[in-house]
């Protein structure tokens, strides 16, 4: 029996001898794997994973703190891929796209993608965001466009570039990554929200009436431009230039090089014709006398001899009689080419600079307009050269901006304003932060500006056949069709029409210049989108006729 007992001691002894050296081997074991660099590596791994959803720029807004830009809103979605997720997110998306984010999803790697709609599921996230552009988007020429970077490349996004790119709104969603750099699910992300909700830029724009001009323009203009200006600060209420092209389909208008729509056509030079009588006229009064020029009466034959270079009018069997105002309204070439012989050139050549002429304009920044070319002093030494300056041909062009402006020294009482296109920034989109005003200054007297008023308001108002009278409200102004020099392939001259005018003619709130390029004769091409533009802005804001403008001769 004690041998027995014995055994059984010994081994019952081996066996918990054996299962100690086993224990100390699975500590040792465990030990070794929890203190080993592969086992730190993969806690290193499982880390923080931030999708950014959203970087958006500052706002663009017109003069009434509207948005220009970011007007209409799509879904950016963040995705951190769960089994149970993967259908809803497929649902979202469009077709064209659904192959791509399958892929994505089998992954299990967090991505951000645009959706059609908020995604209501476990570990996904989706935010309403604003489409920088529209497919039309207004204002194109002037807001420019961004590149690939999202960096400004063109007009107020390049301008204020830097502004705009630290005024928007940051979203961003961060989460929890497994060594394999996926999904931890259960582990809610964390979603951050950063930078101001409504900053920008405050145009000088007014978006419905730019709404307007851009409606019509491309209705009635191939080519060319529209500027809408108050005429007492010098502030753009609309500008745009025809053909227009897309932000989203950039490759189109740069390969487009017959019809060049990334062009701002209201920023370039282009010879003026019979808008520059304004000029002759203002340079006559103020050097001859406004009772001589009101009174004085010349015969139109059709043509005009200066000093062997004959000038034919417009209308080749001649305009008869006329006076200063029948000169105006007729457009009548040999009635200015004697009344600026009479002026000189120099007189010309200084009322033009008076008024701006061959001056740029700096609208904001790198933006500027135009103010043409003017012939030299000493060009004006030629009888001819005169003629040809004193109805707005030869060396002279000028931007429609630059017309615009010369118009508003009519409408103000003689003052040349400064063309401006930023009012200044906003923090929240309601409250202005306001640029320095430009100055104006005195371009011509008060009283031969309301002489030139009362005048273009008659060439207007008693001409049914201008094509520039419209139907609501009344209005004044000008008429061109300017010769170029340059020939289409059957041989026709090229010529540029134009219309330059005011609305309503006893006070005027708005000056409009229309440019038509290359499409000739201005009463048929350029006045009827005046009269147009006219009529809509007046039925936006009420206006009507309530009792005919008085226009005496004698006035």
Same mark, same amino acid.
């Given at each position: 029996?004690?041998?027995?007992?014995?055994?059984?001691?010994?081994?019952?002894?081996?066996?918990?001898?054996?299962?100690?050296?086993?224990?100390?081997?699975?500590?040792?074991?465990?030990?070794?794997?929890?203190?080993?660099?592969?086992?730190?590596? %993969?806690? =290193?791994? $499982?880390? &923080?994973?931030?999708?950014? #959803?959203?970087? *958006? @720029?500052?706002?663009?807004?017109?003069?009434?703190?509207?948005?220009?830009?970011?007007?209409?809103?799509?879904?950016?979605?963040?995705?951190?891929? %769960?089994? =149970?997720? $993967?259908? &809803?997110?497929?649902?979202? #998306?469009?077709? *064209? @796209?659904?192959?791509?984010?399958?892929?994505?999803?089998?992954?299990?790697?967090?991505?951000?993608?645009?959706?059609?709609?908020?995604?209501?599921?476990?570990?996904?996230?989706?935010?309403?965001?604003?489409?920088?552009?529209?497919?039309?988007?207004?204002?194109?020429?002037?807001?420019?466009?961004?590149?690939?970077?999202?960096?400004?490349?063109?007009?107020?996004?390049?301008?204020?570039?830097?502004?705009?790119?630290?005024?928007?709104?940051?979203?961003?969603?961060?989460?929890?990554?497994?060594?394999?750099?996926?999904?931890?699910?259960?582990?809610?992300?964390?979603?951050?929200?950063?930078?101001?909700?409504?900053?920008?830029?405050?145009?000088?724009?007014?978006?419905?009436?730019?709404?307007?001009?851009?409606?019509?323009?491309?209705?009635?203009?191939?080519?060319?431009?529209?500027?809408?200006?108050?005429?007492?600060?010098?502030?753009?209420?609309?500008?745009?230039?025809?053909?227009?092209?897309?932000?989203?389909?950039?490759?189109?208008?740069?390969?487009?090089?017959?019809?060049?729509?990334?062009?701002?056509?209201?920023?370039?030079?282009?010879?003026?014709?019979?808008?520059?009588?304004?000029?002759?006229?203002?340079?006559?009064?103020?050097?001859?006398?406004?009772?001589?020029?009101?009174?004085?009466?010349?015969?139109?034959?059709?043509?005009?001899?200066?000093?062997?270079?004959?000038?034919?009018?417009?209308?080749?069997?001649?305009?008869?009689?006329?006076?200063?105002?029948?000169?105006?309204?007729?457009?009548?070439?040999?009635?200015?080419?004697?009344?600026?012989?009479?002026?000189?050139?120099?007189?010309?050549?200084?009322?033009?600079?008076?008024?701006?002429?061959?001056?740029?304009?700096?609208?904001?920044?790198?933006?500027?307009?135009?103010?043409?070319?003017?012939?030299?002093?000493?060009?004006?030494?030629?009888?001819?050269?005169?003629?040809?300056?004193?109805?707005?041909?030869?060396?002279?062009?000028?931007?429609?901006?630059?017309?615009?402006?010369?118009?508003?020294?009519?409408?103000?009482?003689?003052?040349?304003?400064?063309?401006?296109?930023?009012?200044?920034?906003?923090?929240?989109?309601?409250?202005?932060?306001?640029?320095?005003?430009?100055?104006?200054?005195?371009?011509?007297?008060?009283?031969?500006?309301?002489?030139?008023?009362?005048?273009?308001?008659?060439?207007?108002?008693?001409?049914?056949?201008?094509?520039?009278?419209?139907?609501?409200?009344?209005?004044?102004?000008?008429?061109?069709?300017?010769?170029?020099?340059?020939?289409?392939?059957?041989?026709?001259?090229?010529?540029?029409?134009?219309?330059?005018?005011?609305?309503?003619?006893?006070?005027?709130?708005?000056?409009?210049?229309?440019?038509?390029?290359?499409?000739?004769?201005?009463?048929?091409?350029?006045?009827?989108?005046?009269?147009?533009?006219?009529?809509?802005?007046?039925?936006?804001?009420?206006?009507?006729?309530?009792?005919?403008?008085?226009?005496?001769?004698?006035?």
């Amino acid at each position: 029996m004690k041998n027995y007992t014995e055994s059984i001691f010994r081994r019952t002894s081996a066996i918990f001898a054996a299962m100690v050296l086993a224990a100390a081997g699975l500590v040792g074991q465990l030990s070794w794997i929890v203190s080993s660099d592969q086992l730190a590596q %993969t806690a =290193q791994t $499982q880390s &923080k994973y931030t999708l950014t #959803v959203a970087d *958006e @720029r500052g706002f663009i807004y017109d003069c009434k703190m509207q948005p220009l830009v970011g007007t209409e809103q799509r879904w950016q979605t963040a995705v951190f891929p %769960t089994p =149970q997720n $993967q259908k &809803k997110v497929l649902d979202a #998306v469009e077709p *064209e @796209r659904k192959q791509t984010v399958a892929e994505l999803l089998e992954t299990g790697k967090p991505f951000v993608t645009e959706t059609t709609e908020a995604v209501d599921a476990e570990m996904v996230y989706s935010f309403s965001v604003p489409e920088r552009y529209t497919e039309n988007q207004t204002a194109v020429h002037l807001i420019g466009y961004l590149d690939y970077n999202g960096s400004g490349v063109t007009g107020i996004e390049k301008e204020y570039d830097s502004f705009l790119a630290d005024s928007g709104k940051k979203i961003q969603v961060t989460g929890m990554l497994n060594a394999l750099q996926q999904t931890i699910a259960g582990v809610e992300p964390e979603i951050r929200i950063e930078g101001a909700e409504n900053a920008g830029v405050v145009l000088t724009l007014d978006g419905r009436t730019q709404q307007i001009v851009e409606s019509i323009g491309s209705q009635m203009l191939d080519k060319g431009a529209i500027v809408v200006m108050d005429p007492y600060n010098g502030q753009i209420r609309a500008m745009a230039s025809f053909p227009a092209y897309s932000p989203s389909n950039l490759g189109e208008a740069v390969n487009d090089q017959e019809n060049k729509p990334m062009l701002n056509r209201a920023l370039l030079g282009y010879s003026v014709g019979s808008t520059f009588k304004i000029v002759t006229a203002a340079a006559a009064m103020q050097s001859l006398g406004r009772e001589y020029c009101l009174t004085r009466e010349y015969t139109c034959e059709g043509a005009v001899d200066v000093y062997g270079q004959v000038f034919r009018c417009h209308l080749r069997s001649g305009h008869g009689e006329l006076d200063m105002f029948d000169a105006m309204r007729e457009s009548c070439n040999p009635w200015f080419i004697g009344l600026g012989q009479e002026t000189g050139g120099e007189a010309l050549l200084k009322t033009a600079e008076n008024l701006g002429f061959g001056e740029t304009m700096m609208l904001y920044g790198d933006i500027t307009a135009s103010g043409g070319t003017l012939p030299s002093a000493d060009s004006l030494q030629a009888p001819a050269a005169v003629a040809n300056f004193s109805f707005g041909q030869g060396e002279l062009t000028a931007s429609p901006v630059q017309i615009a402006r010369m118009t508003a020294a009519v409408v103000n009482g003689g003052k040349l304003v400064s063309p401006t296109l930023v009012l200044g920034t906003t923090d929240d989109g309601k409250t202005l932060q306001s640029s320095a005003l430009p100055v104006s200054r005195q371009a011509i007297s008060s009283e031969i500006a309301a002489q030139l008023k009362v005048m273009l308001a008659y060439a207007v108002m008693s001409d049914d056949s201008s094509g520039a009278k419209p139907e609501l409200v009344t209005a004044g102004g000008k008429t061109a069709t300017a010769q170029t020099g340059q020939y289409d392939e059957d041989g026709n001259e090229l010529e540029q029409g134009w219309f330059t005018g005011f609305f309503p003619a006893d006070e005027p709130q708005y000056v409009v210049t229309v440019l038509a390029e290359n499409e000739g004769f201005g009463n048929s091409s350029a006045a009827p989108v005046f009269a147009e533009i006219a009529d809509a802005v007046a039925g936006m804001l009420g206006m009507t006729i309530t009792e005919e403008t008085v226009m005496e001769e004698d006035s």
